[in-house]
């Protein structure tokens, strides 16, 4: 038990350095990249305090040079998943009842590594193995994810200092326990600080972890255990394991112990896996808390009062940065017929003005390549459907070349009927579709918007007319957990923009908040009365 009540650092938002020519930041990355790229690291299964090198390995390429290799990682059978539960159990007791200020105080030191002598590391192998710019490696595995770590840290306080009231003669109070069992995270390759705030958030709240990082995402999943271990976490409260994803999830998924699943990912997997937990749930000593973040179709929608060199850019930099591989980007869009021309023309001079499709080491690249040969094919698949249709054409790009990386051209597809594939279809690229609708139809639009696709995670409206605004707010309120007014629908940061979305984009638990750290604990109420009655007999009964 603490001995005090204890203030938390106040959480604020890591400063985004520039890695303009010429600043310090900009040659370590540099230098760290190269290390990196001229080495070939061996990633290990962590469990419990053993680094498991099970020699089924599998290589790891960066996706913009495929062909060449920085290393690999190893693979688990189903006996290393059951001891990496084991691990998690043995690791469960002591971990919960450490005192929670212990906790915190590994996840700030974890934070300030980051910021400091892992800051470097960390940011150039997300560019390396997740082909990301400096700018979005910075903005994603450095600020993001230190973001996550003390903001959450703080949020951890407010929840344990949030108690009931008390009447006279009692003393009612609330602890927050951990979940009764282990959680396993799944984590996806896009956004190495979501890779980390998924067990991490777990852990903090006093849980132990099972994590499955994506097979496209393990070089900075390694820099992340080292950032962990450095900070002093236990052994055994994260075990990261790697392979066979059906294998590990079923192994897991069989487990009495299993309580709760935190997850970001596709749509049908994450279904698969409710229906999996719900046939499964007999097993269960308790009822999983199942917390999901999925897809997105996610849009912008112009007035014809928008200002089109805001919209041009909503749409350059919504779609196309990353590639397009944020769940948030933006991937329809709805323009008005009398601006339509103007803000198309100012998009295809933005994507010229783009060089072409590169490695992130060199820094005068907007656009590197997507993740793996199988999200090439399938965008390269849509853009063909897209140049033989005769209801679409291709207006901007539609250019791609896997012969070194994974290039796709930022490309723009205007689309004559609103329900064209590339309008409802999850992407996940640099391919943005657009749709021309009459000036007159701005309310009929709006509902064609909500009512379009399954998601519901970003969207945004640019406008420069109030009431257009209230009523897109109004009529949109269902089709985006996170809703951008005259901006692009991408970048919500910790502490400022909750993240999370509903319909078929997730649960909502709202990522960067508090709200996502109450599904992690399992509040015990306390009532302790001082004087305790000695006689059944209530006044009443005279």
Same mark, same amino acid.
């Given at each position: 038990?603490?001995?005090?009540?204890?203030?938390?650092?106040?959480?604020?938002?890591?400063?985004?350095?520039?890695?303009?020519?010429?600043?310090?930041?900009?040659?370590?990355?540099?230098?760290?990249?190269?290390?990196?790229?001229?080495?070939?690291?061996?990633?290990?299964?962590?469990?419990?305090?053993?680094?498991?090198?099970?020699?089924?390995?599998?290589?790891?390429?960066?996706?913009?040079?495929?062909?060449?290799?920085?290393?690999?990682?190893?693979?688990?059978?189903?006996?290393?998943?059951?001891?990496?539960?084991?691990?998690?159990?043995?690791?469960?007791?002591?971990?919960?009842?450490?005192?929670?200020?212990?906790?915190?105080?590994?996840?700030?030191?974890?934070?300030?590594?980051?910021?400091?002598?892992?800051?470097?590391?960390?940011?150039?192998?997300?560019?390396?193995?997740?082909?990301?710019?400096?700018?979005?490696?910075?903005?994603?595995?450095?600020?993001?994810?230190?973001?996550?770590?003390?903001?959450?840290?703080?949020?951890?306080?407010?929840?344990?200092?949030?108690?009931?009231?008390?009447?006279?003669?009692?003393?009612?109070?609330?602890?927050?326990?951990?979940?009764?069992?282990?959680?396993?995270?799944?984590?996806?390759?896009?956004?190495?600080?979501?890779?980390?705030?998924?067990?991490?958030?777990?852990?903090?709240?006093?849980?132990?972890?099972?994590?499955?990082?994506?097979?496209?995402?393990?070089?900075?999943?390694?820099?992340?255990?080292?950032?962990?271990?450095?900070?002093?976490?236990?052994?055994?409260?994260?075990?990261?394991?790697?392979?066979?994803?059906?294998?590990?999830?079923?192994?897991?998924?069989?487990?009495?112990?299993?309580?709760?699943?935190?997850?970001?990912?596709?749509?049908?997997?994450?279904?698969?896996?409710?229906?999996?937990?719900?046939?499964?749930?007999?097993?269960?000593?308790?009822?999983?808390?199942?917390?999901?973040?999925?897809?997105?179709?996610?849009?912008?929608?112009?007035?014809?009062?928008?200002?089109?060199?805001?919209?041009?850019?909503?749409?350059?930099?919504?779609?196309?940065?990353?590639?397009?591989?944020?769940?948030?980007?933006?991937?329809?869009?709805?323009?008005?017929?009398?601006?339509?021309?103007?803000?198309?023309?100012?998009?295809?001079?933005?994507?010229?003005?783009?060089?072409?499709?590169?490695?992130?080491?060199?820094?005068?690249?907007?656009?590197? *390549? !997507?993740?793996?040969?199988?999200? +090439?094919?399938?965008?390269?698949?849509?853009?063909?459907?897209? @140049? #033989?249709? /005769?209801?679409?054409?291709?207006?901007?790009?539609?250019?791609?070349?896997?012969?070194?990386?994974?290039?796709?051209?930022?490309?723009?597809?205007?689309?004559?009927?609103?329900?064209?594939?590339?309008?409802?279809?999850?992407?996940?690229?640099?391919?943005?579709?657009?749709?021309?609708?009459?000036?007159?139809?701005?309310?009929?639009?709006?509902?064609?918007?909500?009512?379009?696709?399954?998601?519901?995670?970003?969207?945004?409206?640019?406008?420069?007319?109030?009431?257009?605004?209230?009523?897109?707010?109004?009529?949109?309120?269902?089709?985006?957990?996170?809703?951008?007014?005259?901006?692009?629908?991408?970048? *919500? !940061?910790?502490?400022?923009?909750? +993240?999370?979305?509903?319909?078929?984009?997730?649960?909502?638990? @709202? #990522?960067? /908040?508090?709200?996502?750290?109450?599904?992690?604990?399992?509040?015990?109420?306390?009532?302790?009365?001082?004087?305790?009655?000695?006689?059944?007999?209530?006044?009443?009964?005279?």
């Amino acid at each position: 038990m603490g001995k005090g009540f204890f203030q938390v650092p106040t959480a604020i938002n890591e400063p985004i350095k520039s890695y303009a020519p010429g600043t310090p930041e900009r040659e370590e990355v540099l230098k760290q990249y190269k290390a990196y790229y001229n080495s070939k690291v061996d990633v290990p299964l962590y469990i419990g305090s053993e680094e498991i090198k099970t020699g089924d390995t599998k290589p790891m390429s960066p996706p913009h040079d495929h062909k060449h290799l920085v290393g690999h990682y190893h693979t688990a059978q189903k006996e290393h998943v059951e001891k990496a539960i084991a691990s998690c159990l043995n690791s469960r007791k002591a971990w919960a009842d450490l005192t929670w200020e212990q906790r915190a105080a590994i996840f700030l030191k974890a934070a300030e590594l980051i910021a400091g002598p892992y800051r470097a590391k960390i940011n150039a192998a997300t560019m390396m193995a997740q082909s990301k710019t400096i700018h979005q490696a910075e903005i994603d595995a450095a600020c993001e994810f230190i973001d996550f770590l003390r903001f959450n840290v703080e949020y951890m306080s407010q929840i344990y200092e949030e108690q009931p009231d008390s009447a006279e003669g009692i003393w009612n109070r609330v602890e927050y326990r951990p979940l009764e069992g282990f959680v396993y995270a799944i984590t996806p390759f896009n956004f190495t600080a979501i890779a980390g705030n998924l067990p991490a958030s777990a852990a903090m709240m006093g849980n132990v972890v099972v994590w499955k990082p994506s097979d496209s995402q393990v070089y900075s999943a390694k820099v992340i255990m080292d950032v962990f271990k450095e900070a002093g976490l236990p052994d055994g409260v994260i075990n990261m394991v790697m392979g066979d994803p059906v294998m590990i999830t079923d192994t897991i998924l069989k487990s009495p112990d299993f309580s709760g699943l935190h997850f970001t990912g596709s749509t049908h997997v994450f279904k698969e896996l409710w229906k999996q937990i719900g046939t499964n749930i007999h097993t269960y000593k308790t009822y999983p808390r199942i917390v999901g973040e999925t897809g997105g179709k996610d849009f912008i929608i112009a007035h014809p009062t928008a200002k089109p060199a805001q919209v041009a850019t909503a749409i350059v930099r919504g779609a196309f940065e990353f590639q397009g591989q944020k769940c948030s980007a933006a991937s329809r869009v709805y323009l008005p017929k009398s601006t339509a021309d103007e803000i198309l023309e100012l998009v295809k001079k933005d994507i010229e003005s783009l060089n072409k499709p590169g490695s992130p080491e060199d820094m005068s690249n907007f656009i590197t *390549a !997507v993740i793996h040969e199988g999200s +090439f094919n399938k965008l390269a698949k849509f853009i063909d459907q897209a @140049k #033989a249709d /005769s209801d679409a054409i291709v207006f901007a790009g539609g250019n791609y070349d896997k012969s070194k990386g994974y290039f796709i051209e930022p490309t723009v597809i205007v689309a004559k009927d609103p329900k064209y594939t590339t309008m409802c279809t999850e992407l996940f690229g640099p391919v943005v579709t657009v749709y021309v609708y009459e000036d007159a139809a701005w309310s009929e639009t709006l509902e064609l918007v909500d009512g379009t696709s399954e998601y519901a995670l970003t969207g945004a409206v640019l406008s420069q007319d109030r009431y257009a605004i209230d009523e897109a707010t109004k009529a949109l309120q269902n089709c985006a957990g996170n809703f951008y007014i005259n901006d692009k629908p991408t970048g *919500a !940061v910790v502490g400022q923009q909750p +993240f999370g979305g509903a319909r078929a984009s997730g649960t909502n638990d @709202k #990522a960067g /908040s508090a709200q996502n750290l109450l599904r992690w604990i399992s509040p015990r109420l306390i009532k302790e009365t001082f004087v305790t009655p000695e006689d059944y007999r209530y006044p009443f009964l005279g």
